[in-house]
């Protein structure tokens, strides 16, 4: 197979030397949201360094890709990455190429051949764990032992996640007038894909947000406030790197093994399904593209498929002394 890194190509003249709007990668994640820009930008740098060693998306001549390029690379993301993860990056570098087309950087049968490479084929089991009933509890609890404001709001972060479905990113782009606290709907206006959906907060979620509301205050912006040490709320807009360590020190407090955020999200799928919610209501709540991505969180076919297996009996008798 082709050794990526010893492909060569020209150099083309590097970002200072040109227009902003002439660089295909700024301009392709220019027009994604803004969660999605974070992911599909390391993607493109993933591939650019992958090509030529210590290049960025935006210095890196995207307009010198040809077919044999693109063939290359998507063999080299199938050996080395999951089919998923191949797959969104083969998905931005088509983006990017479409850029490049766009901006009449290469004529258009260059950028059809290079575009058709077939996707990645092949499935993995979903990333992450399910977070049972009793992990959350004792989550919940942690969170309650907690004297200060922090308490209460990790323990609605949680409840959000949880209850909601909540994308990490999306929970952090959340402001205080997406929430309506009379009909209890939270708009969720940076979801993935660019795309809007409505959630439901409900019991205790419901009565975690109103307690974090009442020490949030009413000024607008962020819902969810950073904290700095001592447990000491400010305003500002809450990382999604401090989620990712506040769930790490509450685990961690309630004694059960780490979790990510999007293990809620995960949960939630399996625990709305498993209480007979049909996938189509579940995809929409979850704001997955394809009921496919829903069904992989799909708990009860390997349920059943455990049950088929408990019919067989094997005849183990233990060791036998002579």
């Given at each position: 197979m082709t050794d990526l890194v010893m492909v060569q190509m020209p150099v083309m003249m590097i970002l200072e030397e040109q227009p902003l709007d002439a660089n295909p990668a700024l301009v392709y994640l220019s027009r994604l949201s803004?969660?999605?820009?974070?992911?599909?930008?390391?993607?493109?740098?993933?591939?650019?360094?992958?090509?030529?060693?210590?290049?960025?998306?935006?210095?890196?001549?995207?307009?010198?890709?040809?077919?044999?390029?693109?063939?290359?690379?998507?063999?080299?993301?199938?050996?080395?990455?999951?089919?998923?993860?191949a797959n969104k990056m083969l998905s931005a570098l088509r983006g990017v190429l479409e850029q490049v087309w766009r901006l009449g950087q290469v004529d258009a049968e260059s950028y059809r051949q290079a575009v058709s490479i077939e996707c990645v084929k092949g499935a993995r089991l979903p990333s992450g764990r399910a977070i049972a009933p009793g992990e959350l509890q004792a989550l919940m609890r942690a969170c309650a032992t907690d004297p200060g404001a922090t308490g209460i709001r990790d323990?609605?972060?949680?409840g959000l996640l949880y209850s909601c479905g909540l994308r990490v990113g999306e929970l952090c782009s959340l402001d205080l007038a997406d929430y309506d606290p009379e009909t209890g709907e939270l708009v969720i206006r940076r979801a993935k894909g660019g795309k809007q959906r409505l959630a439901h907060v409900v019991n205790?979620?419901?009565d975690a947000l109103a307690d974090w509301l009442a020490l949030r205050g009413d000024v607008p912006g962020a819902l969810f406030y950073p904290s700095r040490k001592g447990n000491h709320i400010h305003p500002g807009r809450l990382t999604q790197q401090a989620v990712y360590e506040m769930l790490r020190t509450r685990a961690k407090q309630a004694d059960v093994r780490p979790l990510s955020p999007h293990d809620f999200r995960r949960t939630f799928v399996g625990d709305l399904l498993d209480a007979g919610a049909d996938l189509a209501t579940v995809q929409a709540l979850a704001g997955h593209a394809s009921p496919v991505t829903t069904a992989r969180y799909d708990r009860r076919p390997e349920a059943a498929r455990r049950k088929a297996v408990e019919l067989l009996h094997v005849p183990y008798t233990g060791r036998v002394e002579c």
């Open positions: 803004e969660g999605s820009r974070h992911t599909m930008h390391q993607a493109l740098d993933t591939i650019a360094d992958m090509l030529m060693t210590g290049t960025d998306a935006f210095i890196f001549p995207w307009s010198e890709l040809r077919y044999p390029h693109t063939t290359a690379i998507r063999a080299k993301l199938a050996e080395s990455h999951a089919p998923a993860t323990a609605t972060i949680m205790g979620a419901h």
